[in-house]
């Protein structure tokens, strides 16, 4: 794929920005069970695997961002415990900068169960979050915000998120949402964002519509120059100005769908900095998506570069 202008607007690499990428939202611990079958309600089940590794939505992007080698600065805030500090530590170890990386006395950082189905590589998340540890507005610094040229939001913490996001667009940077829920704010923080990547849920939710193509239609009304769907194996949607946009998924063995989506939008951003159109975003970032899949765990499957190009190289379309 060949860098070309597109009009997104984002800030050319030699620009004064201290980053390429700055993410606020979410931040957890995982804990991977690999179960042969989804347990029944009163019953047991022996675990086939299991592992620990970071997780959320924003800090996985950013460590996806980090090893292909962007610059990369994460907002959010943990608890002030074992795994917070495990947090801190693998994001570091990854390259992201944690100077903004607050921390709650007394909070417990977020952590979640995954069950992971051996047969189709399926998940369920089981998660706790202590409110002690959601991003307030007075713990968001404009110069922290605007110190990257894309700003990746996702749909939780919405005070701080929109605020961020209004900083951003002020200062002409774009900015990127993840979002798979419907909470209080949702519908102001969409008015503040660029470029919107739901999963394939959040749509309808939102708008009442089941047709795919009209709920993002109507959700591109509210503001956003670029909406989006991802549809698992199905691939992505999006719609930008020149009209609708779908490029289909790859096959591959799912070991583990976890961390599918945070993939997707790191390879969206990735694009995006790159200069590439809609559908070349959209098929770089279903690549790295699939890809990840073949692996347990969200981080542990991240793919290099050159594993997502060579899958390109076979793109269905």
């Not at 590794?53 to 996806?64: F, K, P, Y």
């Not at 600065?73 to 900068?97: C, F, I, M, N, P």
């Not at 007394?106 to 992971?116: D, E, H």
Request: glycine share 12%; hydrophobic share 40%.
């Amino acid at each position: 794929m060949q860098a070309r202008q597109n009009g997104v607007g984002v800030a050319q690499s030699g620009s004064s920005k201290s980053y390429d990428v700055v993410g606020l939202g979410l931040n957890a611990v995982d804990y991977l069970c690999v179960v042969p079958h989804f347990p029944r309600f009163d019953s047991k089940v022996k675990m086939a695997t299991f592992r620990r590794e970071g997780g959320g939505q924003i800090a996985t992007a950013l460590v996806a961002l980090s090893r292909w080698g962007l610059t990369t600065s994460y907002l959010g805030k943990v608890g002030d415990d074992e795994l917070g500090r495990y947090t801190r530590q693998e994001l570091e170890r990854e390259g992201v900068d944690t100077t903004h990386l607050r921390v709650a006395p007394g909070g417990t950082s977020q952590f979640a169960f995954i069950l992971v189905d051996r047969q189709t590589g399926e998940r369920t998340v089981v998660w706790h979050r202590d409110e002690q540890v959601n991003l307030t507005l007075q713990e968001v610094s404009r110069p922290a915000v605007t110190a990257g040229r894309v700003l990746h939001l996702d749909g939780h913490e919405t005070e701080a998120a929109i605020q961020a996001a209004r900083w951003a667009r002020e200062e002409g940077i774009p900015v990127v949402l993840d979002i798979d829920d419907v909470r209080p704010g949702t519908a102001a923080l969409i008015q503040e964002v660029d470029f919107l990547i739901a999963d394939q849920d959040f749509p309808r939710r939102f708008t009442g519509y089941a047709d795919r193509e009209a709920a993002l239609r109507e959700i591109a009304s509210q503001g956003p120059r670029e909406v989006g769907m991802t549809l698992g194996a199905e691939g992505a949607m999006a719609l930008s100005g020149e009209g609708i946009v779908y490029r289909p998924g790859f096959r591959v063995k799912a070991v583990d769908t976890t961390g599918a989506g945070d993939l997707f939008h790191a390879g969206f951003i990735y694009g995006l900095l790159q200069g590439w159109g809609l559908a070349e975003r959209l098929a770089f970032a279903n690549a790295a998506a699939a890809l990840k899949c073949r692996q347990l765990g969200g981080r542990s499957g991240i793919p290099t570069l050159e594993e997502a190009y060579r899958l390109l190289e076979g793109s269905p379309g």
